[in-house]
């Protein structure tokens, strides 16, 4: 029972992707070509509100439900590390039109092509782990 | 009720997403899709092969419920609140796929020439989709987040790291979108 808000949070969630078309490869598309303001509105208006959010987190104005101070996790400096994977992400993110969370709300739609995709994801994470001591951070 | 089944504008759908952010830390969790990757290589036993994942992977089963919940929303969207996927897309965005050789542009979520079981059972569709993931797992993780966990979280946190990573994102897809593609296709 403890899980059920989280798996309401995550319904909401696929939902909310699905209706603003952030899980069509289309969009995607068309935002690395710049020919929409679509997903840049989505991102930039999320990001927006964000920052007011971490601020009110960071002043201690919004609590958790169990009345905590919301702490946010840093993020792990360095140029390599930050820079490489993410422009391998990027590559991936165009190709297959979906980055972690739409893959998994399509998959919700029943397409099994993307069931590919999720594997090819698993396995890139496994091989991540398998190679990163060899690469630059 | 008109609303639910009509497209959402990005005002509607940006604040929607913050709001999953707000939920997330206020229920004392975090937001980022992408460590559910590594989880679920640890559900699945990647630990007997890699001493990386024998972590206890149950502290992060909030993540993996929320995964599930996501999958759960996509096949209630699919069912009951999408009568039509047909997609708005620019003209230019149009044209340029047409040009690639592509048909039924924007008319559902996913292009049948990467998405159909045709193009999933050639070797070139098949390996398309597998090297799509694949890049998508590894990068993620090489960068310690995705779309969540830097775009939008590290993003409104002002951090520097995911700015690099974002910018990285752009790197990488406007390459494959303005050079590869167009080799693909």
């Known amino acids: 029972m403890r899980y059920l808000k989280f798996l309401l949070v995550g319904i909401l969630f696929g939902i909310i992707l699905s209706k603003g ?12 070509k710049f020919q929409s303001f679509h997903m840049f509105g989505v991102i930039g208006s999320t990001v927006a509100i964000g920052i007011f959010l971490m601020i009110l987190f960071k002043k201690g104005i919004i609590k958790t439900y169990w009345n905590d101070t919301i702490r946010v996790a840093p993020k792990r400096k360095g140029i390599s590390r930050n820079l490489l994977g993410g422009t391998i992400f990027g590559l991936g993110w165009a190709l297959a039109g979906a980055c972690p969370g739409p893959m998994f709300i399509l998959l919700g739609r029943g397409s099994i092509a993307i069931g590919i995709v999720i594997l090819g994801a ?3 994470a496994f091989s991540y782990h398998s190679v990163k001591s060899k690469l630059p951070h | 009720m008109e609303f639910l089944f ?45 001493e990386y994942f024998k972590f206890d992977w149950k502290k992060n089963s909030w993540n993996l419920v929320f995964l599930v919940g996501a999958v759960l929303g996509g096949f209630i969207s699919y069912q009951w609140l999408t009568p039509n996927e047909a997609i708005a897309l620019s003209a230019a965005t149009i044209q340029d796929l047409s040009t690639l050789g592509f048909e039924n542009i924007g008319t559902s979520f996913l292009p049948d020439e ?72």
């Open chain 1, 21 to 32: 078309e952030v899980i069509s490869w289309y969009r995607i598309y068309e935002m690395f």
């Open chain 2, 114 to 185: 990467i998405f159909s079981i045709d193009s999933l059972l050639t070797v070139k569709g098949f390996f398309i989709l597998l090297i799509a993931g694949f890049l998508v797992g590894f990068g993620a993780r090489y960068a310690g987040g995705c779309t969540s966990g830097h775009a939008i979280v590290g993003l409104s946190n002002l951090e520097f790291p995911s700015l690099i990573s974002v910018i990285g994102f752009f790197i990488g897809g406007v390459f494959m979108t303005w050079i590869i593609l167009p080799i693909l296709f």
């Open chain 1, 122 to 124: 698993l396995i890139g």
């Open chain 2, 6 to 50: 009509q497209p959402w504008p990005w005002y509607i759908t940006g604040p929607l997403i913050a709001l999953i952010l707000f939920l997330l830390y206020y229920l004392g969790k975090s937001f980022g899709v992408s460590s559910n990757l590594e989880t679920l290589c640890a559900l699945g036993g990647a630990g007997n092969f890699l």
